[in-house]
């Protein structure tokens, strides 16, 4: 089995910074982009930033200059930097990616979510 396993998230006073991470573990031969999405109650959940195994990055329009995604292929982890929070940038984030497993497919996985709560 595949976990993604969250961290990092908390209250922060808008202006302030928070990092997110999260960890793949399991039998996991390859991983694939990995991504952070958010979701605040009644919307749908948004991509906040991906990046590529080969280390290439997109931003949602609302994050660029704020947000910084990397990676850790060694250890199977995506982090998310946060800056300048807004009260906006409130919601509960969630990992996501694509992994190889020994089955020979491909598997799609969600982390369990962390929550962000920026205040004024």
């Known amino acids: 089995q595949v976990q993604l396993v969250e961290s990092g998230g908390g209250l922060v006073q808008a202006g302030g910074s928070l990092r997110l991470s999260c960890a793949a573990s399991?039998?996991?031969?390859?991983?694939?982009?990995m991504r952070w999405y958010r979701q605040v109650p009644g919307k749908q959940r948004d991509l906040v930033a991906a990046?590529?195994?080969?280390?290439?990055?997109n931003y949602a329009d609302s994050v660029k200059g704020r947000f910084t995604i990397s990676r850790d292929n060694a250890k199977n982890t995506v982090y998310l930097q946060m800056n300048s929070l807004k009260t906006e940038d409130t919601a509960v984030y969630y990992c996501?990616?694509?992994?190889?497993?020994?089955?020979?497919?491909?598997?799609?996985?969600w982390g369990q979510g962390t929550q962000v709560t920026v205040s004024s």
């Open positions: 990046v590529t195994s080969g280390g290439s990055t």
């Open positions: 399991g039998s996991i031969l390859r991983i694939d982009a």
């Open positions: 996501n990616t694509k992994v190889f497993l020994n089955t020979g497919r491909w598997h799609d996985y």
